[in-house]
């Protein structure tokens, strides 16, 4: 673990609802959006192995890449502001109108380059950038075997209680893949695709199956509420409820849909009864600042 202000701390709270009692499961949700308040939730899980990478060997900083609400270049961003380390940020958008996201990592020392969609998805050109300017390379999302071990190492060391269920919103799938990896844990691992459309997802995902056949790894995408940051009132709506409620505070893009499915599904019976479920708050708040004023009561 890098030197940060981050704690390895575990935050386990009961998600009581009548929809699960009446399907006879169990549900608590892991806190991660609580690890702290900017370096939120996954984010932290995923970049802390490359943290410790670029510091090891030495590098000069990070080079990574999001879009302009982007939680992941938020997070990286203030984490090299206090490891001292340069942060190279390209971002896909227009840079006339740079949110207050990308505010944020200005302030704290992030170099910008906005990009057109080509570039942006350029791996290439974008780990020729990193190994000129000895640069630590950290993929979109951090999808790859050293974000992988990130999450899983860092799982490992909370010692969870026994789940039959890990439950996560998708975006890149690394979340996912960290807990489908824990051994003696989640012999089920279900996965709300958050309307990325990434054709890719459905072969990573395949692939990891065939590393553990003793489980299931399934994802589901008819929760996308019409595709990547798109909502409506009615996920609006379950967001200020499901906080007015439970104090359970979610993100538009990824949680909000993650927690209305695992009540959707519930009430379908997709969990068989008996089953002890741990949703995974993977934080992102900061995301809901694109959103109008008022629009949520959190």
Known sequence: MVNTD???KIIIQS???KAFSAAGIHTD???????????SGNKWLKLNGYLQKAIKEKKAGILTKGGPWSNHVHACA????????????????????????IKDCMDWGA???????????????AQVFADENNLQYV???????????????????LALPSYTHAVCSVGTATTFAGFAFQQNNFMTVTGIESGTKDG??????AAWQTQFPHKKLELLFQFSFGGYSKYNEELTAFMNELYLQ???????????KLFHAVKQLAAQQHFAQGSRLLIIHSGGLQGNRSLPPALLQF
Do not use: M
């Open 111 to 125: 170099a910008i380059r906005f990009v057109n969609r080509s570039v942006f998805y350029d791996e290439q050109a």
């Open 78 to 101: 203030y984490a090299c502001q206090l490891l001292d380390l340069s942060c190279h940020l390209w971002i896909k958008g227009n840079e006339k109108q740079p949110t207050t996201t």
């Open 139 to 157: 993929p979109l999302g951090g999808s790859d075997h050293t974000g992988i071990q990130s999450v899983t190492g860092y799982i490992e060391a």
């Open 15 to 17: 998600w009581n609802d």
């Open 200 to 205: 890719q997802l459905v072969e990573k995902i």
């Open 6 to 8: 981050i704690d390895n």
């Open 246 to 256: 439970h104090e359970f505070p979610t993100d538009i893009v990824y949680t909000a």
């Open 29 to 39: 949700v892991l806190r991660l959006d609580l690890l702290h308040p900017t370096v």
